[in-house]
């Protein structure tokens, strides 16, 4: 599964990569957060998150996915594209979100 997360020009480059490395605990500058431990990559892209999932997409790691976007796009809008149908996006306070 892939999911694009577009924030549009509310987050700078900057920003976006700052704020992702904060959340998933990882140096400054990295552009790939991924984990020994969990079944997904993000890349962060100019002015995008791409997250790729494996199929076996854990319980856990929704929770943290959404979490993320409640915590760094709160009271922004986001466009998301996504290849797979994602039910538990619609649970999401605080983020007005489009599909494409």
């Known amino acids: ?20 490395n904060i959340y998933f605990h990882q140096s400054m500058f990295e552009r790939f957060v991924d984990s020994k431990d969990s079944n997904y990559i993000l890349r962060i892209n100019k002015h995008s998150i791409k997250f790729f999932a494996a ?3 854990l ?15 709160r009271g922004g809008s986001i466009l998301i594209d996504a ?13 007005q979100i489009f599909w494409n």
């Open 55 to 57: 199929s076996t997409f």
């Open 59 to 73: 319980k856990e790691d929704e929770k943290l996915m959404k979490d993320y976007i409640e915590a760094v796009f």
């Open 1 to 20: 599964m892939i999911i694009d997360i577009y924030p549009g020009k509310y987050f700078c480059r900057w920003k976006l990569l700052f704020t992702t």
């Open 83 to 95: 290849t797979h149908e994602i039910s538990w996006i619609n649970n999401i306070q605080d983020v």
